[in-house]
């Protein structure tokens, strides 16, 4: 490993990497901004030179990659890892959330870069999920360690899969997606490369908690977003065109402000193969 030139956005969570050039990185340097990445959870390079095809090759060093999305189609067919959001095509993020989490094996990672940006607006939000479980009272680390809850990728993606991929979405974890059904995930999960626990419920897939009142996971939940998204938990990016982010997916949760009008943005985003998320012991 080579040492790499961080600098934090926060005591814990959040750094920018100086100095280094995504193009050309050795080895090693990919192996030091793999581990920089569980570390400090989100990064962010300036000025880089990615294209689609050096964007995916990047992420073919640090890991696996996914399809673009289990059902939203690569951005063209060379490009069949590279998910885009364009506000042109309804493409927004405006709602917390962790990529792909309405999935068996939800991504390990993202990695995203702005291709074209509106003239001000548009940033994005991470939050520190392990900081925010760690910052919970521990009464209620100990209730939410019991819970599970089901997240649901219909609601936000079964009109896409139903009407413009015909029923057809994409090959996820050596299946083709022909229907979302709802997956269970711990509420908290173990972190498996650290053992650090993180809220992993969110706003944007979860849809209730299993085995309680509707009220009572209404109220739960509500706590825990409350309480995961408090500025403390959050870093936040202002774009220029050559940034790139790298998340932790198993750590984070994100937000995409949507305050540009009508305004174009685009962002181009691969992502890494992950694991089964994992519960604390019972
Ligand atoms: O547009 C952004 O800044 C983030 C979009 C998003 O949620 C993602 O790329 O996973
Ligand atoms: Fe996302």
């Given at each position: 490993?080579?040492?790499?030139?961080?600098?934090?956005?926060?005591?814990?969570?959040?750094?920018?990497?100086?100095?280094?050039?995504?193009?050309?990185?050795?080895?090693?340097?990919?192996?030091?901004?793999?581990?920089?990445?569980?570390?400090?959870?989100?990064?962010?390079?300036?000025?880089?030179?990615?294209?689609?095809?050096?964007?995916?090759?990047?992420?073919?060093?640090?890991?696996?990659?996914?399809?673009?999305?289990?059902?939203?189609?690569?951005?063209?067919?060379?490009?069949?890892?590279?998910?885009?959001?364009?506000?042109?095509?309804?493409?927004?993020?405006?709602?917390?959330?962790?990529?792909?989490?309405?999935?068996?094996?939800?991504?390990?990672?993202?990695?995203?870069?702005?291709?074209?940006?509106?003239?001000?607006?548009?940033?994005?939000?991470?939050?520190?999920?392990?900081?925010?479980?760690?910052?919970?009272?521990?009464?209620?680390?100990?209730?939410?360690?019991?819970?599970?809850?089901?997240?649901?990728?219909?609601?936000?993606?079964?009109?896409?899969?139903?009407q413009r991929r015909g029923?057809?979405?994409?090959?996820?974890?050596?299946?083709?997606v022909t229907r979302l059904?709802?997956?269970?995930?711990?509420?908290?999960?173990?972190?498996?490369?650290?053992?650090?626990?993180?809220?992993?419920?969110?706003p944007g897939f979860t849809?209730?908690?299993?085995?309680?009142?509707?009220?009572?996971?209404?109220?739960?939940?509500?706590?825990?977003?409350?309480?995961?998204?408090?500025?403390?938990?959050?870093?936040?990016?202002?774009?220029?065109?050559?940034?790139?982010?790298?998340?932790?997916?198993?750590?984070?949760?994100?937000?995409?402000?949507?305050?540009?009008?009508?305004?174009?943005?685009?962002?181009?985003?691969?992502?890494?193969?992950?694991?089964?998320?994992?519960?604390?012991?019972?």
């Amino acid at each position: 490993m080579t040492d790499l030139e961080l600098e934090p956005l926060g005591p814990a969570f959040g750094s920018i990497v100086h100095g280094l050039d995504l193009l050309t990185a050795s080895d090693d340097e990919v192996v030091s901004l793999r581990a920089a990445l569980v570390d400090r959870k989100v990064l962010f390079l300036r000025d880089q030179k990615l294209d689609d095809d050096a964007q995916v090759d990047l992420g073919r060093r640090i890991g696996e990659l996914t399809a673009s999305h289990p059902v939203v189609g690569g951005v063209d067919a060379a490009h069949p890892e590279v998910y885009a959001l364009d506000s042109t095509d309804n493409g927004f993020a405006d709602v917390w959330h962790t990529d792909v989490t309405f999935m068996k094996r939800p991504p390990l990672g993202s990695i995203l870069r702005s291709v074209v940006l509106p003239p001000s607006g548009g940033d994005t939000n991470w939050a520190d999920s392990q900081l925010a479980y760690d910052s919970l009272a521990a009464p209620v680390q100990r209730l939410a360690d019991q819970l599970t809850a089901v997240h649901d990728g219909a609601r936000e993606f079964g009109y896409y899969l139903a009407q413009r991929r015909g029923g057809q979405g994409n090959e996820w974890d050596g299946e083709v997606v022909t229907r979302l059904d709802p997956v269970e995930h711990p509420v908290v999960r173990v972190h498996p490369e650290t053992g650090r626990k993180g809220i992993f419920v969110n706003p944007g897939f979860t849809s209730h908690i299993v085995g309680v009142s509707d009220f009572e996971s209404r109220a739960i939940l509500d706590l825990l977003y409350a309480h995961l998204t408090k500025p403390e938990h959050i870093v936040r990016h202002r774009w220029k065109l050559g940034d790139v982010a790298l998340w932790d997916n198993r750590s984070t949760a994100h937000y995409a402000n949507r305050d540009y009008g009508t305004d174009r943005r685009v962002m181009h985003r691969i992502t890494l193969r992950g694991d089964i998320p994992a519960g604390p012991p019972n």
